[in-house]
């Protein structure tokens, strides 16, 4: 028996069955993937559309999140990428200052904490706007 309240608010109890044509498959499954969904779950969407309780614009709107999360995860990942460059700088930096064999001026030290600095006010924007 399962536990208080774990059943969803609207279980799927009621299967669908049919067959179609090599080509009419096909064109459904590139339409579905092209939405982003399972089969299953663009088959759905489709009846519910038919059946006036969700609109076709709201699979639009699925489509704009999912292109918009696309772009803040390679977002996310140029600002680590940038951030690791600095990183490997500043350690590169720290050796040479450390070992005697470049002097480092003040100058090129302050120009790396800013660097850093600015890479890490872009990791923090974009970590608010993801979980915004």
Avoid: C
Wanted: proline share 2%; aromatic share 2%.
């Amino acid at each position: 028996m399962p536990a208080k309240d774990t059943r969803k608010a609207n279980p799927l109890e009621h299967r669908l069955s049919t067959n179609v044509d090599e080509a009419l498959h096909a064109a459904f499954l590139e339409r579905a993937k092209a939405a982003g969904l399972s089969d299953a779950s663009y088959l759905r969407h489709l009846i519910a559309v038919d059946a006036g309780a969700a609109s076709a614009a709201d699979l639009k709107r699925r489509n704009l999140k999912r292109v918009s999360l696309d772009n803040l995860a390679h977002e996310v990942n140029q600002v680590g990428l940038h951030i690791r460059k600095v990183g490997v700088n500043v350690n590169q930096l720290a050796k040479q200052a450390n070992s005697g064999m470049v002097p480092i001026s003040r100058d090129e030290a302050v120009h790396m904490m800013s660097e850093l600095q600015l890479a890490m006010s872009r990791a923090i924007a974009v970590m608010e706007r993801s979980l915004a």
